[in-house]
């Protein structure tokens, strides 16, 4: 891929080590765009670049209970953020969780793919359209649908 791309990494505390598992494994894709982080998982995935002597731009947030998944939200409301991968601990409630849904719906409304698992962030990084100038995501319209 020839596009820089500004990409969110965030992941809650149980799901960090899958986190750090997939960026180990896209390190050399990764390091090739910017990353903006959460706290806690920007300093992880820092020290995975650092490990493997791979040099990359990492900006870190707050950590996400004290406003990183806010500031990542308004990062996407200024469409600064071309992908976000959030790996979300559906298994347990959080303290902030009115800024977890924050960040997922201005992903939505904003039209910036997210992903929730590594499976579907594999897809998404791996995607040709990155590259392809014809490719115009469809703007999206939230008007109310008639069957007329």
């Known amino acids: 891929m020839s596009k820089k791309l500004k990409i969110a990494l965030v992941a809650h505390d149980r799901r960090k080590a899958d986190m750090i598992k997939w960026v180990k494994y896209n390190a050399v894709y990764l390091s090739k765009h910017d990353l903006v982080c959460t706290g806690t998982t920007g300093g992880l995935i820092k020290k995975v670049f650092e490990d493997a002597g791979i040099e990359a731009n990492v900006e870190c947030m707050n950590s996400g209970p004290f406003g990183g998944d806010a500031e990542i939200a308004a990062m996407v409301a200024r469409n600064e953020i071309n992908l976000a991968v959030f790996l979300i601990d559906d298994l347990n409630p959080q303290p902030h969780e009115a800024d977890i849904q924050m960040l997922l719906r201005q992903c939505r409304l904003h039209n910036v793919p997210i992903a929730c698992n590594v499976t579907s962030a ?6 040709n359209l990155w590259d392809d100038d014809s490719y115009k995501p469809m ?10």
């Open 139 to 148: 703007e999206q319209s939230y008007v109310n649908f008639s069957r007329d």
């Open 122 to 127: 594999d897809l998404m990084i791996s995607s």
